[in-house]
């Protein structure tokens, strides 16, 4: 059977949905809190969590706007926020399963797009924001949040060698550059844009997904012989935990006319 890209995510994910549910990485964070911050005032708003994963930006929002839809390509992941957004007492999240390169949803059909982790995930990123651009309503807003290549070649190459070894599902880590140029050619207005740095633990970064022993050693083996300013912006550490760029980018659909 022909492998695609939606096999691969599958593939790597689909039996680690309950762990992406429990990852502190992806459960905790100041950017859960901001996104919140931006739908408050909003009671009646209908939100997109555009590749919810383990939900947690469904159950960080859902009590202050009127409807989330958990959006994701895997019915594993869907299944673990639907009994989690039960189990939290959120009735107003529901789920809806396909890709983000062709959304099911009517043209301005949100208030708000909001998509954590997972547009370095899509077959298609200029495709994807497209379609989040064309189920957001006029004037209002998208944010995403994702680990952001630094763009100096020597720091890109390590970055996307890393993580396609530990996930053979990572499609690309753009930089501001590349994610500036394709909000624009979107059709969004790129508003505040916030970052910080996350640092991840080895040893759960790699179980998280079940990385092949082959490729752990990979990895190490890379991080031991790549040049001292990769190893100074990653703050490679002994035991392989490293820091990475991320970035909150919001930005706005323009009002016709």
Known sequence: MPKTQESLVADQFGSQAAAYLQSTVHAQGEDLQ?????????????????????????????PHVGEVVAYDLLQEMLEIVGRAAAERGLTNISTRQGAAEQLPFADAAFDFVFSRYSAHHWRDFGIGL?????????????????????????????LQAVEILRDPSHVRDYSRAEWDAALARSGLRLGPVRAHRVRLEFASWVARMRTPVLHVEAIRSLQAVIADDVRRHFQIESDGSFTVDVALLEAAKAIPG
């Open 130 to 158: 497209r379609e989040a651009a064309r189920v957001l309503k006029p004037g209002r807003i998208v944010a995403f949040i994702d680990v952001v290549s630094p763009g100096q070649p020597v720091l890109d190459t390590y």
């Open 34 to 62: 901001k996104l919140a911050g931006i739908v408050q005032g909003h009671a009646g708003a209908r939100v997109l969590d555009l590749g919810c994963g383990g939900g947690h930006v469904s159950y960080a929002v859902a």
